[in-house]
């Protein structure tokens, strides 16, 4: 029988070997991709989009958190935003008048996610208590204004770190968690109809941060990680991943689907955001920024959206930037960090609501502004 020791220079072998070959595989890939979208649109004579100042401005500042703003979701259809923050409050908010239609206290204030459903008549949040909890906004509320809940998804064993309910279902949703896992659940019963990920060798090796469905194939999400991964899941085949991207060197923090369903943006703690062929699994662009000249480190990316164009992409980062970058030509177009009325802390969410004509960022600021564009309606 082989001694502790013997196992261990095994394993060390073992894994100097398939990183060299995950090494040699990258340099392949690397000479097979003669290009990148930059590279192939200048050949073509296209040129950045120009944005003036007042092209992109904040019209309305939602004021009402009292703790850092964490997360924030869009209803498909009506005006209306839903925002958790470490307060342990869901607010949903009319975003044409700033009005507050619902202020519900959480029972576990550590909320990470929460997501509208695509009738827009329920939301659903979850964090640190390893729960998505459900709630009707029609329920009758309490004498403190508050709604109870309607229903509470239990099962994963780590935390919630994001949620998305299946588009045009009102009874599916995506949870992604702490525990490696994402979870596809029925919410009229409660349960989990399916796992991704966990036991099976496809599934990702540490926590999930993020998830994104693919509009255009409901069957199709991809998922974000902390082992630098993108893993592309069809919900009818939860035992393997159909698969995994490499590039990044740091957690991935968002991920999302470009509007053709094609393709998908990440962003993570590398700093970079980058487009990846869904198909292919080869990375198209990477959108990096220069290091800040205080301290040479790159901000990293918390989150990011795509125009219903594809052209633009938006990208929140820790140290308040959120930068407006040309998808094309990897260029940034446009910083609402150094626009009047910006956030004055880590840009920790954001989203495009669904016609695509207002941009909605949440942070640290504990505040949450929408942003309307007055121009480039053709571009967005």
């Known amino acids: 029988m082989a001694s502790v020791a013997e196992l261990k220079e095994k394993h060390a072998a073992a894994t100097a070997s398939v990183n060299s070959l995950r090494e040699r595989l990258r340099q392949r890939r690397q000479m097979l991709l003669d290009t990148d979208v930059e590279r192939y649109s200048r050949t073509q004579g296209r040129t950045p989009v120009s944005f003036n100042p007042t092209d992109l401005v904040c019209c309305r500042t939602l004021q009402g958190h ?75 509320a309490d004498r403190d204004g508050n709604i109870p809940v309607s229903r509470i998804l239990t099962g994963h064993k780590g935390y919630v770190s994001s949620c998305q309910y299946v588009p045009d279902q009102e009874t599916r949703l995506i949870t992604s968690s702490g525990d490696q896992t994402c979870v596809l659940w029925d919410v009229t019963t409660g349960q989990r109809i399916s796992i991704f990920g966990g036991e099976f060798p496809s599934g990702h090796t540490a926590d999930v941060l993020s998830l994104s469905i693919n509009s255009s194939n409901t069957n199709m999400f991809v998922s974000g990680s902390c082992d630098a991964t993108v893993r592309l899941w069809d919900i009818r085949i939860a035992s393997r991943a159909v698969r ?112 695509g004509s207002a941009l909605c960022t949440g942070s640290w600021d504990k505040n949450l502004k929408i942003w309307a564009f007055s121009g480039h309606r053709k571009i967005v």
């Open 244 to 355: 995994t991207y490499h590039g990044h060197e740091g957690d991935i923090n968002s991920v999302k689907f470009f509007p053709d369903g094609q393709r998908f943006g990440t962003g993570s703690d590398d700093g970079t955001c980058r487009l990846f062929d869904m198909r292919t699994g080869h990375q198209l662009q990477v959108y990096s920024r220069e290091p800040d000249r205080n301290d040479n480190e790159l901000p990293t990316v918390t989150s990011i959206a795509f125009s219903i164009s594809g052209r633009l992409l938006f990208a929140g980062y820790s140290n308040g930037d959120c930068y407006v970058w040309d998808t094309l030509l990897a260029e940034v177009v446009l910083n609402l960090g150094n626009l009047q009325n910006s956030h004055e802390g880590r840009i920790s969410c954001l989203g495009l609501s669904s016609d």
């Open 66 to 140: 009292s703790g850092k703003v964490y997360s924030l979701d869009w209803t498909p259809e009506k005006n209306w935003i839903v925002s958790a923050s470490q307060d342990g409050r869901l607010i949903v908010w009319n975003a044409l008048t700033s009005q507050k239609t619902h202020a519900i206290k959480l029972h576990c204030p550590w909320v990470m996610t929460c997501a509208f459903a695509p009738n827009g008549q329920s939301v659903a949040c979850g964090g640190l208590d390893s729960a998505c909890s459900i709630f009707n906004l029609n329920s009758q």
